[in-house]
C-alpha cells in the first residue's frame, strides 16, 4: 500500500523553491537527496512504501522523468527498491556491506588501489571491531554474545557451511561493535577481499585450515567476553594476518593485484 506522504502548501512550496535554486545541480539529484532526507526524517523501515512517481513529481514541482531518475540513483545506492508491475512503487532498502562494497571498488579501481591495501585496512577494522564489542561488555551493556558464538566452526561442517560461518563470525562481530560506519565500512571492505581471497582458494578446505579458523574465533570471543578490548583486538589482528597470509600464499601475487569492479 503506498504510503500517504501529507505537507502543507508552505511546504510543497519550500520543496519546489529549493529544486528551483539547484538547477545548476541535475534535478533528478536534487529530487534524490530530498526523498533520502524523508526517508531519515521520518526514520522509515526497510519495507515501507514510499508515494508514487507521479505524487512526487506533483508535490516537487518535477517531471515524473527527473523523479525516475532521482528514484534509479537512490536504488544504485541501496536506499530504495523499485518494484515493478500492479501494486509496485518505490520501497525503502536497507544499504548493505556487499552493495557498499560494490561501489566503493569502483572508486578504488580509478585510483589503482590493490588488494594489499584493502585487506591491511579491513585488518584494522577486525581488530577495532573486538576491542569496541569488548569495551561494551566491559561497560555493561546488553550484549547478546550467543549470537556470536552460534557462529563458531564444528568439524561436521560442510566446506560451504566453513565459509559461510567463518565470513558470519566477522559480519556479526562488526554489528555488535555498537558503530553502525564500522559496521558498513568493515562490512565493504570485507566483501571486496573476501570474494577475491575464495577466488584463489582450491574447493576443498582441510582440516589444518578449519582449525586456522575454529581456535582463533573462540579464542576471540573468550577475551570479549572477559571485556579484555587490548586482547580482542590483538587477537583479531593476529587472526586476520593468518588468514591473509594463509590465502595469498596460495596466489602469491593476489595482494599486489588492482581491485577491479565487478
Not at 566452526?153 to 566453513?162: A, F, K, Q, S
Request: zero cysteines; glycine letters at 8%; proline letters at 3%.
Amino acid at each position: 500500500m503506498t504510503r500517504n506522504f501529507t505537507s502543507s502548501q508552505s511546504d510543497t512550496a519550500a520543496r519546489r523553491r529549493a529544486v528551483a535554486m539547484t538547477r545548476t545541480e541535475k534535478v533528478s539529484r536534487t529530487v534524490a537527496r530530498m526523498v533520502a532526507k524523508e526517508i531519515a526524517d521520518r526514520q522509515l523501515a526497510p519495507g515501507s512504501a514510499l508515494e508514487a512517481e507521479s505524487e512526487m513529481a506533483r508535490r516537487f514541482g518535477v517531471g515524473r522523468a527527473s523523479v525516475r531518475e532521482g528514484l534509479r540513483l537512490l536504488e544504485a545506492q541501496g536506499l530504495v527498491t523499485v518494484r515493478q508491475g500492479l501494486g509496485g512503487g518505490p520501497i525503502v532498502s536497507e544499504p548493505t556491506g556487499s552493495e557498499f562494497g560494490d561501489t566503493l571498488s569502483m572508486y578504488l579501481q580509478a585510483k589503482g588501489v590493490r588488494f594489499r591495501e584493502v585487506a591491511e585496512a579491513a585488518l584494522e577494522m577486525e581488530g577495532l571491531a573486538a576491542a569496541m564489542l569488548a569495551d561494551r561488555v566491559a561497560a555493561g551493556e546488553d550484549v547478546d554474545l550467543d549470537a556470536l558464538a552460534g557462529k563458531q566452526i564444528v568439524p561436521e561442517m560442510t566446506d560451504d557451511e566453513v565459509v559461510d560461518t567463518a565470513v558470519g563470525f566477522h559480519q556479526t562481530l562488526r554489528e555488535m561493535s555498537g558503530n553502525y560506519v564500522l559496521t558498513l565500512t568493515g562490512s565493504a571492505l570485507a566483501h571486496i577481499y573476501t570474494f577475491r581471497m575464495l577466488e584463489a582458494h582450491p574447493d576443498v578446505w582441510d582440516d589444518e585450515e578449519r582449525e586456522g579458523f575454529e581456535g582463533p574465533h573462540q579464542a576471540i570471543h573468550s577475551a570479549i567476553a572477559a571485556g579484555d578490548s587490548e586482547r580482542a583486538r590483538r587477537l583479531a589482528r593476529e587472526h586476520m594476518r593468518e588468514v591473509i597470509d594463509r590465502l595469498s600464499a596460495l596466489n602469491p601475487r593476489m595482494l599486489d593485484e588492482r581491485v577491479d569492479w565487478r
